[in-house]
């Protein structure tokens, strides 16, 4: 392994200068958490969901982050317009592929998505990236249960034929983006304390993909700085609300410190 | 423009004493903060949506507020039988008209609102009400872009064209009702790094317009005892979200200092 | 009354081992706070409302938490889905019935619930409970009006009819087994100033049911171990946001003291 240094402040300043609107179609859970994040790394979020109207708020976002937590038919059909307006539009779409693996509407819609609409990132944890992939693995609920396989490759099979930037979050995150391997080592085992961590990633992934089109980096370096905020907030707090407060505070607040702080690595 | 000074404590000990119900159908990302912020104020929320059972939620409730923030048709149909109820009681219809000049879709359900039934307040930033007095602008998502125009002769327009109160919340919040215009001085920056403040402001309405008929002052000092928490909790607050905890807990606390805090001025 | 010791740190730990999946068909509200409850008591949640997908979750899932507090018809039909599928499989149905009483819709709905599926445990406040134990009560939104009722008989009557435990949430928390009847005095009144701190006991409760089959007691334990966490909280913080954030992280931090500090009698 390689290690890198990416310009992360650089790229957290262009955020902050062009305040990239990033279009959510989302859970119920983590919406209010995922509007938020975007604030504080920079962005402005819209979240908005009337099939009537998805269409014309990609004409005017940055970068759409789809969702699928609390998922229904009707949804995913609103995901589908925009996604596809996304992609004419030429503006990145990341899915999180959140509980993929736990029941086949769930895996049904999923794929639905990645066969009718290009996704230029698709995230999930292990299991539902590697469910995506063609592996034989059950999701347990939205976490992920331990599977023995060799991620990169999985990640990369997936990259493959789906022509996408592949983000598999877990303590060690990878990113695979053509014939490159990023792995992240950044953050802190109080993330997992707290509902919708891995939502927010999406969401500060849609930030820097916004700015743009070097996806594979840009994934690696929206994970390091969202999870350089957690490591700096678990030096001062040790419970997970008091962490989740600083943790947002230290997005918000982050400098150039990032760029010392990283730990992303090429394999 | 003259200096007023309302009786912002009396009012907000009304509100602790009676204890309003506040009726909102409203968006999925702020939907507990308001549901939160009524608690706060003195009032209790009720935050219901179904079709069949609006109508007599009405029936219980002191005041409506309507947020269309993450609106869709039937959700918007539900808004209209809710208002229509509240017309028919004579309690206090609130609209905030969130991402109007977004899409076509935002734009036309809000006239639907505005045309099928009383809205008694209106409430919005910049743009948004621009839009709905007929002005030419484009709402970019949900916040505001600069707008070029004499924002006090707009809001004049919309409520004379409406017979409605108007509100602008801004830097400098704009109350228009009837023949007076009140400027509300109070705030703090801090209030535009968390998603909600605007939606939460509405809720605050919502809490002192049923306590009265006297719409125009009410919202005035609703935005202004709001405001004065924050202002407070800026003192002590220098990041969002522990200035956030800060702001709730002030407004909880608010005291009869905030009739000696307050910036409300009559044009 | 005779004051009880039950094993509650016990309990708890065995959730934490165990991580018991909770599957929630839940309210827009406080489902954030819902799924974070669960994860600080040591479950897992799962927040997931399709009536494709729902009898799926419940297969993965060791407890079904049903909150009415945003109901429409179709969450519904997916809650009887679920509710169905649960008593298959033999895990708890929790119920939450928030706001009964307020509306016929509500009424009829949560009727429904409980003739067309077995609810283990039927939870809500004074009024909720005496609604659907067949007394004449209004329900004032999602709060509970004084009444002059002998609870512990009407919760008993309840229990009868429905074959199930009933709780409801008070000052004084009361709980009918079979021909037990358990009184949980702790708690604090801070509790009462969150949005939510109902619709989480029911989450709790549900942590607690999905560890063994004696719901009384395992229904008293949770609600102790969940107010003892706002206790310890309300010795250091004294505002509601800073009380919510230390009560939850009072509640991932409780360790044995919760069996000196329980306040458990029956009747």
């Not at 996704?119 to 249960?145: C, F, P, Q, R, W």
Request: proline residues 3%; contains cysteine.
């Amino acid at each position: 392994m390689q290690e890198l240094h990416l310009p992360l402040y650089t790229y957290l300043q262009k955020i902050r200068n062009t305040k990239p609107l990033i279009h959510h179609i989302t859970n119920w859970v983590s919406i209010a958490d995922c509007a938020n994040i975007v604030r504080l790394t920079g962005g402005l979020p819209i979240m908005a969901h009337a099939k009537e109207e998805v269409a014309d708020m990609v004409k005017l976002s940055d970068a759409l982050v789809l969702n699928i937590g609390t998922l229904t038919s009707e949804l995913v059909e609103s995901m589908k317009i925009a996604a596809k307006a996304a992609n004419e539009k030429g503006i990145p779409v990341i899915l999180d592929a959140v509980g993929v693996g736990a029941t086949p509407f769930r895996d049904k819609k999923a794929f639905e998505l990645l066969d009718e609409c290009h996704i230029d990132i698709i995230k999930g944890n292990a299991s539902e990236i590697a469910k995506l992939a063609g592996e034989d693995v059950v999701t347990k609920g939205v976490e992920a249960v331990d599977i023995q396989l060799d991620l990169v490759q999985v990640a990369k099979k997936l990259a493959k034929d789906k022509n996408a930037t592949v983000v598999i979050t877990a303590h060690e995150d990878i990113v695979v983006w053509k014939d490159n391997v990023y792995v992240v080592k950044n953050g802190h085992p109080l993330m997992g304390q707290i509902v919708g961590t891995g939502c927010m990633a999406a969401s500060v992934i849609g930030c820097f993909c916004a700015i743009d089109k070097d996806y594979g980096k840009l994934c690696a370096a929206g994970l390091a700085v969202y999870e350089i905020a957690a490591e700096k907030a678990a030096r001062e707090t040790f419970t997970p609300f008091a962490f989740k407060q600083k943790f947002f505070d230290e997005l918000f607040k982050m400098d150039e410190v990032c760029d010392w702080m990283q730990k992303i690595f090429a394999l």
